[in-house]
């Protein structure tokens, strides 16, 4: 456990100092929910303009149930690409500025470094994501919209949930920028992801597609989609996420010796 706790320690300096990080922080916890806010001022105005048009379409709810409402879609799609990015960047760091070799040196064994890494990741993920949501509401009380009621925070919880779905769906891309050795292959596999995700929905198939279930839970394909998703839907990212950490445990304790990187 001491060698463990010390990976964690490591990566988590290397992260808290990271560019990386603290500018996927920001966009995360301020730029979506304001964005949020900002969308949901359109919807309410009498402005003919295409973005209150298309704002109007996106609310589909009053008072506090649609700024979360709101939030969540623009979350839901951020939360992926943005905690997918730090993850591609925290697993591939190394190998693209050819520091793998003196990392997998260290007196901690490989499968330590790669559970540190997820550890770090998860738990930045997590914090952020929780912020983002208590952001959503610092962001909503110059709106008026008086006092949330129970209803109104169950939607909040709601769209704290699909967040950390989100996140835990993350990890294979982990797999992708240590398989890929360097974080473009993971940014690649991210991408590839998203293309698909937005094939499969189209399709009629999000709701058993675990990148898109989370976000049509929230609303983000219309209040009758949210209503089809199951329980047993919403449990294939979890699965996602614990079969890529356990894939990506395993590639780390497989992987060459540093003189063969």
């Known amino acids: 456990m001491t060698g463990l706790a010390a990976a964690i320690g490591?990566?988590?300096l290397k992260l808290r100092r990271s560019v990386v990080a603290w500018t996927a922080s920001i966009v995360l916890v301020l730029v979506a929910p304001l964005l949020a806010t900002g969308l949901l001022l359109a919807a309410r105005?009498?402005?003919d303009s295409q973005l209150a048009i298309k704002a109007r379409i996106m609310v589909t709810d009053t008072?506090?149930?649609a700024q979360f409402a709101v939030a969540g879609q623009f979350l839901s799609v951020a939360v992926f690409v943005v905690v997918g990015i730090v993850a591609c960047w925290v697993f591939g760091r190394e190998y693209t500025d050819h520091a793998v070799g003196a990392l997998v040196s260290l007196p901690v064994r490989r499968t330590m470094i790669a559970s540190a890494k997820l550890v770090v990741v998860a738990a930045w993920a997590a914090a952020v994501c929780v912020s983002a949501t208590l952001t959503t509401v610092v962001a909503g009380l110059p709106n008026g919209l008086g006092s949330p009621r129970t209803h109104d925070w169950l939607v909040l919880g709601k769209l704290a949930v699909a967040a950390l779905l989100t996140v835990a769906m993350t990890t294979p891309l982990a797999l992708a920028a240590s398989a890929g050795r360097g974080y473009l292959t993971g940014i690649a596999v991210l991408l590839a992801l998203v293309v698909t995700t937005q094939i499969a929905t189209a399709a009629g198939l999000g709701g058993w597609?675990?990148?898109?279930?989370?976000?049509?839970w929230l609303g983000l394909g219309g209040h009758e989609a949210a209503t089809h998703i199951t329980a047993v839907q919403l449990l294939v990212p979890i699965l996602v996420g614990v079969a890529g950490a356990a894939a990506t445990i395993a590639w780390w304790h497989r992987t060459p010796p540093p003189e063969a990187v």
């Open 10 to 12: 490591f990566e988590w």
């Open 45 to 47: 105005s009498d402005s």
């Open 63 to 65: 008072g506090w149930s």
């Open 209 to 216: 597609f675990p990148y898109a279930a989370p976000g049509l």
